[in-house]
């Protein structure tokens, strides 16, 4: 008849098993503490790549839609500096209802990054921006995006010879992955258009506003 082995575990193999945990759990403690701040990085900078994609996305889209555009800068003595963008769509654009006489004007866009630090606001309506820009109700659509005075997320207005006409949009979403620089988009993303067969005006605007909270828009 065999006997159970009722030994059980020795003195050093208790201390032997204590100190391999020991050894062990800072390294796997480490391992699970860095794939966490890796994927958190990776998902800001991935974050950061959807709100440059997402600004390029929705200005595109208005100027191949509308049909002038009209640019709000300052005077050249203020930086000649880009305040607001309208585009301005043909009267399809509206949805007149069956008995409006007369059939309304057609609904503006207008994009500025004056409404809101560091955040691409739309307005849409038939405002002028030119006069009611500051009581205007903007709704903010990209945030995050960067406004500091060194390589700024901004648009630009520019003539060329030959009637060439180009609006230029800058972007730069904030460089939110401290721990991991590296994961940050570092250069600015700039897109042109061509406006020469859209573009219908620039309006001086005066004097250079200041970027204020987005107040709420008002419902139709």
Do not use: H
Not at 99 to 107: D, E, G, H, L, Q
């Amino acid at each position: 008849m065999m006997k159970g082995n009722r030994k059980g575990f020795t003195l050093v193999e208790m201390l032997i098993t204590v100190a391999l945990i020991g050894i062990l759990s800072p390294l796997l403690f480490s391992i699970f503490v860095f794939g966490i701040q890796d994927y958190t990085s990776t998902n800001k900078y991935i974050g950061q790549q959807n709100k440059v994609n997402e600004a390029i996305r929705l200005i595109r889209q208005d100027y191949e839609e509308c049909k002038e555009v009209v640019v709000g800068m300052t005077s050249v003595a203020d930086g000649a500096k880009v305040i607001w963008v309208k585009f301005e769509f043909p009267e399809s654009y509206a949805t007149p209802a069956p008995s409006a006489t007369p059939i309304p004007k057609p609904k503006n866009k207008v994009w500025s990054f004056f409404k809101d630090e560091g955040t691409l606001s739309l307005y849409v309506g038939n405002d002028d921006p030119v006069t009611q820009f500051d009581s205007m109700a903007f709704s903010p659509m990209v945030k995050g995006l960067k406004t500091l005075p060194t390589d700024p997320t901004d648009f630009a207005y520019s003539k060329f010879e030959f009637n060439s006409d180009t609006l230029k949009l800058y972007v730069k979403p904030i460089a939110d992955n401290e721990q991991y620089r590296g994961r940050n988009i570092k250069e600015q993303i700039i897109t042109e258009f061509s406006v020469r067969n859209k573009y219908k005006k620039n309006q001086l605007v005066s004097p250079l506003p200041t970027a204020t909270s987005v107040p709420t828009p008002v419902a139709p």
